[in-house]
């Protein structure tokens, strides 16, 4: 599908995309709201939601725990519409900037899934560091729009 990884000169200096899919064929892709510039998500790719993303102009990631391609927002409503794509120096990172209007990245219902800060400083005990939600209000009630479906994630 996409170029032969060839030499270190034409990975680095070329002109054309040879990304590199790690061992499970998957390539890591940071996901930044192209408005506001906030980190929304991070997820994987493989060859074939890659190759998605870049033809519809819609963000499609690899699903590690359901092994399967994910339309992001199909079932949300929610679809990340692709504005940039850029891919780092050796080729085996993917950052990507979409718009989602006043949507949501995040399947707990939050805009990002990065809503969450932890505080920094001296660790007295890791097990119970507490963190601080950024967002307070989610854009929408996962039980009602993912109902009968399963958690999109495993523990």
């Not at 809503?115 to 660790?123: A, D, N, T, V």
Request: glycine fraction near 8%; proline fraction near 4%.
């Amino acid at each position: 599908m996409f170029k032969k990884r060839e030499n270190v000169k034409e990975i680095e200096e070329g002109k054309l995309l040879s990304p590199k899919f790690d061992n499970d064929g998957l390539i890591p892709v940071v996901t930044t709201c192209n408005n506001t510039k906030e980190i929304l998500m991070h997820g994987y790719m493989n060859v074939e939601s890659f190759r998605l993303t870049i033809e519809t102009k819609e963000a499609h990631y690899w699903s590690r725990s359901r092994n399967q391609i994910w339309h992001k927002g199909k079932t949300s409503g929610f679809t990340q519409k692709v504005k940039e794509i850029r891919i780092d120096d050796d080729q085996d990172s993917v950052w990507m900037s979409v718009d989602i209007g006043d949507g949501a990245s995040c399947h707990v219902g939050y805009r990002s899934c990065f809503y969450r800060s932890i505080p920094l400083g001296k660790i007295d005990n890791g097990r119970n560091i507490e963190m601080k939600f950024e967002e307070k209000e989610k854009k929408f009630d996962p039980e009602e729009v993912y109902k009968g479906q399963p958690n999109p994630t495993k523990i």
